[in-house]
């Protein structure tokens, strides 16, 4: 039977990156994307922008809703100080396995829960199933029309705290125009662009950093 791209993406990592480092994980898929076939992690160019947003804001609690292969889940959990977690929230079933997988080699399992399922049902679970207060930084990189729900969702389950931060992939490209609507006009953030390209390409894409004021 015909394999799936992210199992095409979970060998390239196995054959050429080291195990227990996670950059060479990262640098893996990123050459696998640009030599072999295109993917939707957010990729080098971006990366790095997450890669500054992370390291700046030094999270303990993270929330990721997409998780795809576990390229940003990666790339997140390996500037994480020693005691902090990442919850990454995955509604597709055959990402999820192979993002286990890619986390795995990485060596990363310890700082990082993959948790299947939808986030409108798994947002209102946080506090009583997996013990978080608020999260420090949310990356949002799901379904596009869901940003902006999620966003009121967390919100309103009060897993938002002052000075959290929300960082959002691929506001221009496929674009979220009624999530950017709101966190830009929005007096309960305070909104910045960082203007990209989407992964892999030369067409524009980029990063919404909203810090909540509460
Ligand atoms: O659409 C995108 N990503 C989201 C996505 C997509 C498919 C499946 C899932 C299933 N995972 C899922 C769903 C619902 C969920 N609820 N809670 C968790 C959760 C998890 C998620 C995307 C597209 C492009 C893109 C494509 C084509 C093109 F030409 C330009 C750009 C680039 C990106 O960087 C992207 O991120
Ligand atoms: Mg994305």
Redesign the pocket.
Known sequence: TQSTRPQRLLHAVQKNATRGDPRSVVKAIDNFCRQKEWA???GDEKGCILDSVVSEVNPVTVLE????CGYSTVRIASLLPPRAKIIT????PD?AKIARQVIAWAGLEDKIQVVEG???E?IPKMKEQFGVKTFDLVFL????D?YLP?TKLLEDCGLLRKGSILLA??VI??GTPDYLEYVRNSPRYKSQYFKSH??YTK?E?GLEKSVFLG
Do not use: I, Q
Request: a negative charge.
């Open positions: 939707m992690n957010v809703l997409g998780t795809y929230l995955e509604f597709n990402y939808p986030s409108g798994w990189d799901h379904w596009k869901r999620d992939d691929n490209c496929p989407l992964e067409a894409d």
